[in-house]
């Protein structure tokens, strides 16, 4: 009788939710104070001790924090387990990328049904050829928890990959390099790279770029013989300047071998004949504050990207034999309502992409004439870039096309005849017609008048009636711009009545570089007042209400959340803050901790007292306060190597101290992976499911 009861009990409390949240008492950490001065300014930290990344104790709270979760979200399983079924039905099992052609090969991955990842393969002349497997990912990541397959690269002579891997999701690679005649995999490995691998025209020599082994700072670029130690390695070009982060590529014509060195304001770039790397690197253009460029080369000049008097970029080109800025000619002028994003070079023609009123466009520029023209496309707002174009001598442009209701198409465009070929648009399976929903563009008006855009996507039919679910998304920083693209892991929302909407807000770029301007150091708050903006204008034009309105953002977008959530916690049902920068002041005053050094022109150096107090300002965890707080789900991974674990672990700890709501707060720690979280093709549906069923449970969606 009395098992019979217990299970009524246990069927009763599943039926009703569970209601469980307010039994299961959540971890408590300890506090021990941190005192933490400068500027004659002391902030107590108490819960400092987390960033002990081998402290046992450190490792149990975050298990009783993972145990918690479990806990509190067991009713959910079920329904987790559907939502992961869901999306995972929509994703064709045996798909294949559009192959591209380069040095007598075409190249293409495939993935085949019920695995986690993918083939590279190859084919020598034609479509028609025999396949050659140069990678199967899936026999070389059994075993690992986390597989990450970064740079691949074929030598000129076609005989020899180089390809790096990250098993720990730390950003740290190991380059290896395989016999494509033999199969055999040579001896050579070069650990702690970025993952990106250059050749040399002598099929002998490799480029590589090291990291520090502390900060994770891209810092030397370094050259390798094949068949000889990586100790051996020669330092080509080391950065000493802790703001900046080295890279290496080769020109689109393979002639020249380019180190750029980069900070947030500032480039400079070097060049070397790629036939002789024995050679010595020359500089392009010797730094200056504040001076931003990108090279490409084509006959005898250099192409450049640059911001030289030119807030929004321009295009210039200079002779390879005089590359000071002195002799750069004017090829794109500076406009002030176009933002110059990047540009393709062929032979007859120069296809430019910019962005105007924060839409995408392709520009056709023929070398001779003037008849240029920009590529038409059909809906209102959309994402549109180019593809794969490795070939100079060519009419045909490839370039790919997404908006948030069409998957990602990659077409082949004839700049002479204006004739378009779809090559392939990704399928959705189980039923999804693109018909069914509606995208478009609104704009919220933020308390200093200025108009910030939002893209929208719904299911046709929704009405506005202010009683719909939603979910506002947004970033707001490094200039990057959250463009409307296909997102498969949205529907479920979209078809259990959601409105998704994009906040492009200041810090991100869709409006040229003003926009980006208008929402970094001390310009900052923009960012996050345009947000809470954006979110009152969903709720006033009906789109939704304030219990049904959700947010979520990640990295910087996750400092977004907590800030935006202490300005206004009444704003929001609930909020997702994945991999959060949330301990900003603390962060940037310690340059042991990756990205620090790097990213001062981004949020300011708090060692400078001005900054200082402007960031203590907004800092989430410096903010957090004794009141009530929306339902708040927080991930993160252990070997995050950009937002440190610690950093929501003792936000989460200080919320749980001192807020004052019974509003469910739910921390998620993975344990195997890093920023960029799961490596598979599947795995990353569990983690949307969890999101789902977290928003789901408060809207008593089942």
Not at 670 to 696: P, V
Request: include cysteine; aromatic fraction near 14%; charged fraction near 25%.
């Amino acid at each position: 009788m009395k098992r019979l009861i217990f299970t009524i009990l246990v069927v009763f409390l599943f039926l009703t939710g569970c209601n469980t949240r307010e039994r299961i008492a959540p971890p408590e950490a300890k506090k021990i104070p941190m005192e933490l001065t400068i500027h004659g300014h002391t902030r107590v930290d108490n819960y400092y001790w987390l960033r002990e990344r081998d402290n046992p104790e450190v490792i149990e709270f975050l298990e009783a924090e993972n145990e918690y979760k479990e806990k509190v979200l067991a009713h959910t399983e079920p329904f987790q387990e559907e939502l992961f079924e869901e999306i995972k039905s929509k994703i064709k099992q045996e798909d294949e990328s559009v192959p591209y052609k380069k040095n007598g090969y075409y190249y293409y991955s495939r993935f085949v049904p019920e695995t986690e990842y993918y083939l590279i393969c190859r084919k020598k002349g034609t479509l028609d050829a025999e396949e050659e497997i140069m990678l199967d990912v899936n026999q070389m990541a059994d075993g690992y928890e986390y597989y990450q397959l970064g740079g691949t690269a074929v030598s000129p002579d076609n005989k020899m990959l180089a390809f790096s891997v990250d098993t720990v999701s730390r950003r740290k690679y190991t380059i290896w390099f395989k016999n494509l005649e033999t199969g055999e995999l040579l001896e050579d490995a070069i650990p702690l790279t970025s993952g990106g691998i250059v050749w040399a025209n002598d099929n002998k020599t490799v480029y590589y770029v090291l990291k520090d082994d502390v900060t994770l700072r891209s810092e030397r670029i370094m050259k390798h013989t094949l068949g000889t130690p990586f100790e051996n390695d020669e330092e080509v070009f080391y950065e000493d300047d802790e703001t900046f982060s080295v890279f290496i590529y080769k020109t689109k014509s393979e002639n020249y071998l380019i180190i750029g060195s980069e900070s947030t304001l500032t480039s400079e770039y070097r060049f070397l004949d790629a036939n002789n790397p024995a050679g010595e690197f020359k500089i392009i253009q010797p730094r200056t504050r504040g001076l931003e460029y990108r090279v490409e080369h084509f006959g005898n000049d250099f192409y450049i990207r640059t911001n030289l008097n030119a807030l929004n970029f321009k295009l210039v080109k200079t002779q390879v034999s005089a590359t000071e800025k002195e002799n750069w000619q004017e090829v794109i002028a500076h406009r002030e309502d176009v933002y110059f994003s990047d540009f393709e070079i062929l032979k007859d023609y120069l296809v430019v992409s910019e962005r105007k009123e924060g839409i995408t466009q392709l520009r056709v520029m023929p070398w001779e004439g003037d008849n240029e023209y920009y590529i038409d496309f059909d809906e209102e707002i959309y994402t549109v870039r180019g593809n794969v174009n490795l070939d100079f001598d060519t009419e045909v442009f490839r370039y790919s096309y997404t908006s948030l209701t069409t998957p990602n198409s990659i077409f082949d465009f004839n700049l002479k005849t204006k004739e378009r070929t779809l090559l392939k648009e990704d399928e959705v399976l189980g039923g999804f017609d693109k018909n069914d929903y509606v995208t478009k563009r609104i704009y919220a008006t933020a308390g200093d008048g200025t108009q910030i855009p939002m893209s929208l996507v719904y299911r046709k039919g929704l009405q506005k009636n202010g009683d719909n679910p939603a979910l506002i998304y947004g970033y707001g920083s490094y200039g990057a711009t959250m463009d409307p693209t296909f997102r498969l892991p949205i529907l479920p929302l979209l078809d259990r009545g959601f409105v998704y909407a994009i906040a492009h807000i200041r810090g991100g770029q869709i409006n040229g570089r003003a926009w980006y301007e208008d929402g970094k150091l001390f310009n900052k708050m923009n960012t996050f007042t345009d947000f809470n903006d954006c979110a009152q204008h969903l709720i006033n034009e009906g789109y939704t209400n304030q219990e049904k309105l959700f947010a979520k953002g990640g990295s910087a977008g996750g400092l977004l959340m907590g800030a935006c959530m202490n300005m206004r916690p009444d704003l929001y049902k609930g909020v997702i803050a994945n991999v959060p920068f949330v301990d900003v002041v603390t962060t940037m005053l310690d340059e042991t901790i990756p990205l620090t050094t790097s990213e001062y022109d981004e949020w300011g150096n708090p060692n400078d007292e001005k900054y200082y107090h402007y960031m203590l300002s907004y800092s989430p965890y410096d903010n957090v306060e004794a009141k009530d707080y929306p339902a708040l789900l927080v991930t993160t991974g252990f070997h995050d190597s950009q937002v440190q674990y610690w950093e929501p672990a003792k936000w989460v700890a200080k919320l749980r101290e001192l807020k004052t709501d019974d509003n469910p707060l739910i921390f998620h720690i993975n344990m195997d992976y890093g920023h960029g979280g799961a490596s598979g093709r599947f795995q990353w549906i569990k983690d949307a499911a969890l999101e789902y069923a977290f928003m789901f449970d408060l809207l008593g969606i089942e």
